[in-house]
């Protein structure tokens, strides 16, 4: 086969993207080392390059980049006074049988290893996000620095020291049992939906990287549901996904200024993405108990199925919201979504009451969206006085450029 | 009586484990040392190297449900009280003893590897 160095770089960067965790999930299990796993993984990525550059890829790049692995894994645990004996187990297991691919339960079941150790709760929850990024979606270090606006040196040394806790501290590589299966999901979820969230609060057109975040978020949700099947709370999780995503291209306007839900342009929602997330929806809500990510699927399946804000199924979004209120957890932003819906669906004294004593209880200090809020439905009521207090009183909470753009715009509508 | 000697240093500070034999045992002289005098006089009792207190984990309860978090304890307003040492295959099997620990009720634990120096 021959290839132009573009094709190899090209097919080197797919391959990182998608197999990356390929080649190092088992490498962890054989050498039972999270660092040394992924040394050798990144170095028989840099061999490829150079080794294909000269003499073309192989017809089949990911059992060459497993082997090569495996072999500098033998060696490098040969170097070791302490990994002696597990080099000389490995080399001969080697040696008994021609390399051959594991098979496919065994992939499966070293993603899921690969997943459930990268998001340990031992692991603080930053170092879970990175190490889940870098680890099971493939993305470098400097993408994952630029995505979380931190330095790369910062990142680097997050994920550096997440994986010699790992190492030390004997984070098992396992799928955990099935009686603390729930409990371990819950940490796995919440990485991924950090993720999301991350990449659904960037605007700005050169955050094409934090953009990205979304679709590492849903495909590492297909990824679970596939891995998992039929846990109502993975599924749920990616249809919440979706029916948000489905939104992209209608949330910012030319200018990168935020479009609010009321006045996006609903021709331009994703409805494949939509059509897809309808049924999983349902099917997720029949679950006993429904899963939490289900109600908050449930609510953004409702707005995207509307044809406009003022005919939207407000008292079912009224009552979704107060379903997760019950359900605890304290978040004051549910209550400020509740109390919005409320006055949506008719009751604009209720859903004031609502605003008004989220700001007295100062759970939202320094939370600039409370005001824009309170300023919406002051303006509905006819309070256009108060409406531009409370805009002001965002303004001054409001810390990125996106935002206050978007309030100095209200401001000067409200003048109007 | 016996006694718990606790061993305090700035991490920061520390120099790092050298990889290589001939470094690791000079890193290891004067410890060696001290551990065989201790023996010789018929004093020793037991005593472990800890691993950095970046591998450490910390168990507390928050209405009822166990957190963990990542590294050591932190507050000086709660004191050493007693410890365990414990042998775990993993620190999932740890952390599920550690977590049934009566001092759980009132106060922390704080989950340190212990270092393998064989």
Known sequence: ?????????????????????????????????????????????????????????????????RRVARNRAIDTLRRSARWRDKAAELAAESEAATYTDPDPERIEDDLLRLIFTCCHPALAPQARIALTLRHVCGLTSDEIARAFLVPRATLQQRLVRAKRKIDAAGIPYEVPSRPEMASRLVSVLQTIYVVFTEGYASTRDADLVREGLCEEAIRLARLLDELLPGRADVRALLALFLLHHARRDARVDEDGMIVRLDEQDRGRWDQDAIAEALPLVEECLRARPAPRYAVEAAIAALHDQAPSADETDWPQIAALYAELDRRGGGDPIIRLNRAVAVAMAGDLDAGLRGLDALDASNELESYHLLHVARAELLARAGDLKASIAALERARDLATSPVELAFIERRLIESAA | MNYLFLLYSDESESPETPTDDAGFAAMMEPWN??????????????????????????????????????????????????????????????????????????????????????
């Open chain 1, 1 to 65: 086969m021959t290839h132009t160095p573009n094709d190899i770089h090209a097919l080197i960067g797919r391959l990182h993207r998608d197999h990356y965790r390929d080649v190092l999930a088992p490498l962890i299990r054989i050498t039972g080392s999270f660092a040394l796993a992924e040394e050798v993984t990144q170095d028989s990525f840099a061999v490829a390059l150079e080794r294909w550059s000269v003499e073309g890829a192989p017809d089949d790049p990911l059992p060459w980049l």
């Open chain 2, 33 to 118: 040392v001290y551990t065989e005098a201790l023996t010789e006089a018929g004093v020793m009792r037991g005593g472990e190297a800890l691993h950095p207190t970046s591998a450490a984990t910390t168990l507390s309860r928050l209405d009822g449900e166990v957190v963990y978090t990542d590294g050591p304890f932190a507050e000086t307003r709660e004191q050493l009280g007693g410890y365990y040492i414990v042998e775990c295959d993993d620190l999932d099997a740890a952390l599920g003893w550690a977590a049934k620990c009566p001092v759980m009720g009132y106060g922390r634990v704080e989950v340190r590897p212990i270092m393998n120096l064989g």
